[in-house]
Each structure stands twice: as structure tokens, then as C-alpha cells.
């Protein structure tokens, strides 16, 4: 089956480094993906890696590993607006059918 | 900016109704999903569409059913609402292709059953 494992939650503070890890074993893999959302919205899209190595977007990166079955989205210069659960989707066919994991609540904290 | 709109936002209703949670985007995307999110929880795919007249069932069994009649119009319907039906809907869409890219979403229909 399908499983994609993520931290439930992590606490850090303003201006600080998160990294959010991420594994997963699916049956395919076409790419990974990281979503941000706010409590009570809709999910947003941050990120995709298909190829191993760190892609870098501002405050941003995240990082895979094939041969390992993992990722991290890794969140620099923590700002309030920040706090919110992030989601790590893999796309496991290549029909664009994501399997998301449980997503990791990330709070902010002056 | 995504242009994918889901109405009710929100919706209380009693057990036996008959309701339909409406989806449309207007970006021309051929694929479109309906993901289910209870708090805290995953989104499970329940049902999906490669485009018109195509529409499979995702991962999660769901006893609501979908139509595809045009492009850009995606509506779940439940025929007879239950309490175990509380949950949020979350609707999104995608470009086509043989690699599909991000997932565009709506703002999702919260549905209470009483």
C-alpha cells in the first residue's frame, strides 16, 4: 500500500530554521509535492522535486531523495504568517492522482 | 491566481437530504479531483476526471457519485446524506498532460449532517 509519514506537529520561533521531514513508500513515483495550508483553506502549492537534490524558492527549499524514500521542506526566516500545516503529497502514477500524507502543524511563536 | 470555485462553503443538513457540492474552474483544466479532509487528517481522493464524460473513484470508497458533463463543471452529489458524511470536500483541478503539475484547489465545501 501506499504510506507517507510527516511529523504532526513542530513548534519553533520567529526568524528561526524548520525542516519538516517526510517518507514515503508508494508503488510508483512521478515527483513529490509540498503544500501549505491555513486552518480552514484551501491547500496551497510550495513545491516539486522529481529529481534527487535541494530545489530552492525563496525562504523556502525542500529536498528529495529518491533511493531513500525521502524529503524535507525546510522553512528559513520563520515568520508568524508561517504557522500552518504543511503537506506532503507524492504523485504516485502518472496520471496526477497525489497521495497526500497527515500534514505537520508548524507553530510560530514570537 | 487559481479560478476554481466550490459552493456551498458551508452547509448544515439533516440526514436523508439530497445535496450537491458545486465545483467549477474556469482555467480549462481537463483534470479535476474531489478530495475528503476530516480535521487534522489526510485528504483522501474520492473521486477524479481526465475530462469530459470520464470520471473513476479515487482511493477512498464514497458512496457520493460525480458527474463531468462539461469542462469546467465537476458537481458531487450524495443522494441521501448521513451524519458519517460530515466532512470537508476539497475540489481541484490540473492542466493535462502525461506529468501532471500542481494541484489547483478550491476553498473547499465543509458539510455538517445532523
Known amino acids: 500500500g501506499q504510506n507517507i509519514d510527516q511529523p504532526t506537529e513542530m513548534t519553533a520561533t520567529e526568524g528561526a530554521i524548520v525542516q519538516i521531514n517526510c517518507t514515503y513508500q508508494?508503488?510508483?513515483?512521478?515527483?513529490l509535492f509540498w503544500y501549505q495550508q491555513h486552518a480552514g483553506e484551501a491547500p496551497t502549492f510550495l513545491s516539486y522535486?522529481?529529481?534527487?537534490g535541494l530545489e530552492e524558492k525563496g525562504r523556502f527549499s525542500s529536498f528529495l531523495s529518491r533511493s531513500k524514500g525521502y524529503s524535507y521542506l525546510l522553512l528559513k526566516e520563520l515568520q508568524m504568517k508561517d504557522s500552518a500545516s504543511y503537506l506532503c503529497?507524492?504523485?504516485?502514477?502518472?496520471?496526477?492522482?497525489?497521495?497526500f500524507g497527515a500534514g505537520t502543524q508548524v507553530v510560530v511563536t514570537p | 491566481e487559481a479560478d476554481i470555485y466550490q459552493t456551498p462553503r458551508y452547509l448544515v443538513i439533516g440526514t436523508g437530504k439530497k445535496i450537491t457540492l458545486e465545483c467549477s474552474q474556469t482555467?480549462?483544466?481537463?483534470?479535476m479531483y474531489w478530495y475528503q479532509q476530516d480535521p487534522g487528517m489526510e485528504l483522501h481522493l474520492i473521486h477524479y476526471?481526465?475530462?469530459?464524460?470520464?470520471?473513476e473513484k479515487g482511493d477512498l470508497s464514497s458512496e457520493s457519485t460525480v458527474s463531468r458533463i462539461r469542462t469546467e463543471h465537476f458537481p458531487l452529489t450524495l443522494e441521501s446524506a448521513r451524519p458519517s458524511h460530515t466532512s470537508q470536500y476539497l475540489c481541484?483541478?490540473?492542466?493535462?498532460?502525461?506529468?501532471?503539475?500542481?494541484?489547483?484547489f478550491g476553498e473547499g465545501s465543509r458539510l455538517t449532517v445532523l
Open positions: 476526471s481526465y475530462g469530459v464524460n470520464s470520471t
Open positions: 508508494t508503488s510508483g513515483f512521478n515527483g
Open positions: 503529497a507524492v504523485l504516485a502514477d502518472s496520471w496526477g492522482k497525489l497521495q
Open positions: 482555467m480549462g483544466h481537463d483534470k
Open positions: 481541484a483541478s490540473s492542466p493535462g498532460g502525461i506529468i501532471t503539475g500542481e494541484l489547483f
Open positions: 522535486n522529481v529529481l534527487d
